[in-house]
């Protein structure tokens, strides 16, 4: 499974309650999340942000830290950079 496509899993995960195929993708995200793309690394923070996981939030959004964006983090808005920036400084 790609990052892309646990991102995807994720997300169907948690809508479908099934917690065995959410933990699955969780570990292949926590396994491919040090060579993944900025742009893989903040949609996975969008979708953790639409399926309401606050903890994959928190995940995503050290990553993104952890690559010291500045252009990409040009394109988000003001809230949506407020609330990556919240997630980043956030508990686990």
Known sequence: MTFD????????AKMYLLPEL???AKIQIETLAEEAK???LLAGWERAQET??????????KRVAKKKPKEELRKLSKEKLME???DTVGSD
């Open 5 to 12: 496509e646990a991102i995807g899993v994720l997300g169907v």
């Open 22 to 24: 959410e933990k699955e």
């Open 38 to 40: 900025l742009d893989d």
């Open 52 to 61: 309401d996981s606050t903890k994959m939030r928190s995940f995503f959004a």
């Open 84 to 86: 990556l920036y919240s």
